[in-house]
């Protein structure tokens, strides 16, 4: 219904655009992008390619958090130091997985695990894959340590830790 008697409203029907009684183009989308990590997640993945985990100081709370952070999310205040952690934790949780983040199926399964960060507030580190042990032997509050890419290889990435294993 026209609400404004000014501007005429007008129904299209699917001949209207095959009859080529309105303009329109079909484009294709060509997505190019760049994606800026920020102070906190740059200086984490800058350690990572130096072989060294990183984790962000709250003055206030005196937390220390990784991956680091630039606001405390508890006290919402600065957080302007970075710490170096160790490269060992601890399980939190885990799961087992037989499909692979491309959605096939594998018959010895990945392990997924929420590692706790030496070093860092308890209840803080991220999520790696186990490696180098038999699913049946994982548990939660096993002590693990990460096996790094070797340096030449690193690039600052996530991935410059390949797996941690069992201590």
Known sequence: MNSNPYVPVVSLTEDDFSNGKVLFRHDKLDARYAWDTGIAIGAFL????????????????????????????WCFR??????QLADTGRVNTFSLCYVTWDVKRISEPEIPAVIEIDGASPGHGFLHKIGEISPTEVHIGMRVQAVWKPAAERCGSITDILYFRKL
């Open 46 to 73: 800058g350690g990572l390619k130096g072989g060294v985990i990183l984790g962000s100081y709250c003055a206030t709370c005196r937390k220390i958090v990784t991956p680091p952070r630039i606001v405390c999310e």
């Open 78 to 83: 600065p957080m302007r130091r970075l710490v």
